[in-house]
Structures are given as C-alpha cells and as structure tokens.
C-alpha cells in the first residue's frame, strides 16, 4: 500500500493526461494476485471509499486515477499464448507491449492499439482499435472470456454462457463500471506472411483538405485488406504564411497485393497532386507490426474529441476544417492542433457484427473524425484553454453531417450527453447490467455508467 509522500508514489498514481495531475489517490493498493483485488473492493465496500482499478493508466480523461483508492493491478500482466489454438490468456494488466512479446513472429496475432504502454484490459472493454482492425476486426471481437471481481467481492468467470449480460457488457462497455477485469482470454487471428507499407506525404491547405477528403470518400467502399490514417497538423508558420504551414499524410498497410493498392488510390493522387514523399513497400508482417508500435509520449496535456462518420464529411465543411488548422491558436512542436481521419473503425469485417451485439455500438461507419490538441504541461493556462476552443470549433463544423457518436476509449470530460455519444441504443442495457452487479454504484468515475 503507497500513501502520500511514500516512494513510489506519484509514479504509480500519475495520470497519462497532464490536464488531471492534481487528482491524487488517497492511497495506491499494489495487488499481487486477485485475491488482493477482492481484498481491496471488499475493503472500498465497507470502509465507503470508492475504488478505482489501473492497468495501464492511459485513460484520455483521466478515469484510471482517482481522489480514493487506487487498485494498482501492474503485476497482473502474464501473458500465455496456445500454438496450436491460437488461444491467449492473459492477465488484467498486460500491455500491448506483453502481447507483443509474447505472439511476435507467432502465426497469431490480437488486433490491438499501437502505444506499447496501453493495457489491453482498458482497450479491450471499451472496443479496440488499432491499424490490424480493418482487416481482422476490433479487440473486443476476439474476447471470448474474462474473469472479473464484481462490487460484492465476488470473483466471476463471463463468456457467452455465464452471465452473459455481464459479457456483453465489457465488449464495449468501458471500464471503471462493472468490476474489476482479472484475466480476459482471446481468440487470435492468424496472420497473413507479408503486406504492403505505404504512406504518402503533402504539405499545404489544399493538399490537406483533398487528402482528407478524397481519403473518407475512399473509406465508404474500402476493402478490409486496407487498414490506412490519415492526419494534417498545424505546423510552425514559416516566409509563407500559415497556410502553408500544414502538413499531411496517410499511412498504413494493404493486406493484398500492391497493384489492387495502386489502383485504389489512383482516384486520391489525382485529387491532390504529387506527395512531397512516397513510400510503398512489401515488408513481411511482423516486421510491419513493429513499425506501428510506440513507446508512451513525453508527458503532455491534451484534449482528442472523436466523432465518427458515416456518409462522406461534405468537402465544404472539408475546406472549413483546413480554414480553422491554418488559424489554430497555437502551432508550435510541442503545442499544436491536428485533425485525424482514422480508417480502421469500419469496413465490412467490423460492420459485421450488429450494433447491439456487442456493447460497443459504432458499426455501420466508415472511419472517424478526431481533433487532436496537444500542449505542454507546464504552459500557460490559456494555451489548454485555446486549444481546447479550438477542438469545439473544428467539432462544429463536422457534427451536422455526422452521427452524435464518440468512442469511449478516447474520452472526454467536457462532452454533453457523453454516455448518449459512447453507447447509443445499447445504453439502456449496459445500465440494466450495471443495476444487476452493482446497484450501489461502488464503482464509479465521472463517466461511468450509473444504476437505475
């Protein structure tokens, strides 16, 4: 147990996100095995403190810290791959960076997230994207048990057998609501031997605003073997002014053969005028796999807004959003604004499985929208606040054409109606499951899903 001024402390207990670093536990619970979870929430019971679990801590809203206690399930990060099966079992803490170690140059992989710090547990329960989701399906789809220590203390196993609900639940439900996730156990995919890496370079406004509107043109129709980001960042402003000052790319991988790859994006290049770089190349699987992983960031603050999207953004709205990039109130290196279009989220594998299946609700589209602020921790006040204004304009401009869907594993606390934007129709069944496991709400975080 750490408390205040203990060393150790503000290591274990620092949020990813420096717009939460005043939020500090009461005390941090290093639990060793699951026994100590269902120590730990038998003791928040009845002692009245509410507790919050922490795999990775990499929560963009900073839910995976709390003013109470901490349960720090670090050591709960075994990972076990069977060969012949394809089957993993890990624990509740492993990060992309344990399953990584454990399945490189296997024939299985788990569709994961790419920051190797990130807890499988947070990006499992609330979905799962990642640049392998295109073509094998999110995280959560591969779940197919979990074992979880409810607000009573009791350890349950969930799958499609025992208490389903409960199972549904935590393929999309996000964490911090249910329980605390002990072990979760996937199906892997077996993995195709080589791909194609591309990524295409632009710079200029109006380089950005065709790329990114010729790239969610491309997405309505794109096949699953097309796994691509996109992104155009505000840039120092340089002799040329801001516009100028905008730079663009998009990357991924082509799970096919590289003409099938050429002839999709002919139609692009054509709407936006030679790249400033190109990169094309068949690599084999894993050594791509190894490109896209990434260690955690220096500590910054920032304040990403998701939206996804199912028809096209019109190109006039396009245009606005490139007018606001070349107007962003700061556009330093470490102090800027970027709009992504992340691709991975649709597609015919994804939108398979119906919107209710699961909990996770965001089937049908084709890719998502993201404003991305970053700033230092240690700027001004005003430079956060500017920033974060800005994301609200470039949102504006895009909400009418799309739908009022966010994704809960990019939160956000300044979002109205933000249980309505994760979940949708299937909000009044995950309230319906949290009223059955825990009706007192012991579980609880600024976002979590409350009891009726």
């Not at 670090?74 to 454990?102: E, K, R, W």
Request: glycine letters at 10%.
């Amino acid at each position: 147990m750490l408390e205040p001024g203990d060393p150790g402390y503000d290591a274990a207990g620092l949020p990813a996100n420096g717009r939460y670093l005043t939020i500090r536990p009461a005390a941090i619970a290093q639990c060793a095995d699951e026994d100590d979870v269902v120590t730990c929430i038998q003791w928040s019971r009845e002692n009245g403190v509410p507790p919050v679990g922490r795999g990775g801590g990499h929560s963009y809203a900073g839910l995976s810290t709390t003013t109470g206690l901490l349960i720090d399930l670090t050591a709960l990060n075994a990972v076990s791959v069977d060969p012949s099966t394809g089957i993993a079992v890990m624990g509740g803490a492993a990060h992309n960076q344990d399953v990584l170690n454990a399945t490189i140059n296997s024939p299985f992989l788990l569709p994961g997230g790419t920051c190797l710090g990130v807890g499988v547990g947070g990006l499992v329960l609330g979905g799962g994207i990642g640049y392998n989701a295109h073509w094998a399906g999110l995280t959560c789809d591969h779940l197919v048990a979990s074992r979880i220590v409810t607000a009573s203390g009791e350890v349950l196993e969930i799958d499609d057998g025992n208490n389903p609900d409960l199972f549904w639940a935590c393929r999309g439900g996000a964490g911090g609501s249910f329980g605390i996730n002990t072990s979760f156990t996937f199906q892997l995919v077996e993995v195709p031997s080589e791909v194609i890496y591309f990524r295409y370079d632009f710079q200029g406004a109006d380089a950005a605003g065709a790329l990114l509107v010729a790239i969610n043109d491309l997405l309505v129709t794109a096949p699953p073997a097309l796994n691509v980001s996109t992104m155009a960042q505000a840039t120092p402003v340089g002799a040329e002014g801001p516009r100028a000052a905008i730079s663009a790319f998009t990357r991924g991988q082509y799970v096919g053969p590289l003409d099938e790859l050429q002839d999709l994006f002919q139609p692009l290049l054509a709407a936006t005028g030679p790249p400033t770089q190109t990169a094309v190349e068949q690599k084999p699987f894993w050594d791509m796999q190894q490109m896209w992983v990434s260690q955690p960031p220096d500590p910054h603050s920032y304040g990403d807004i998701s939206r996804y999207v199912d028809d096209p953004v019109p190109a006039d709205a396009i245009a606005q959003v490139i007018d606001l990039l070349a107007n962003c109130p700061s556009r330093t290196d470490d102090a800027n604004g970027s709009v992504w279009s992340l691709g991975w989220v649709g597609g015919d594998v994804i939108n398979s499985i119906g919107r209710t299946e699961t909990a996770y609700v965001h089937r049908g589209v084709s890719t998502m929208l993201r404003p991305t602020p970053v700033w230092p921790n240690d700027a001004p006040p005003s430079v956060g606040d500017d920033l974060i204004a800005w994301t609200d304009d470039v949102v504006a401009v895009i909400a009418p054409y799309t739908p009022a869907e966010s994704y809960q594993n990019f939160p956000n606390r300044l979002l109205p109606d933000h249980l309505e934007q994760y979940y949708a129709e299937n909000l009044d069944r995950l309230i319906d499951v949290k009223t059955m496991y825990d009706p007192d709400n012991l579980f609880h975080t600024e976002q979590s899903i409350p009891p009726r």
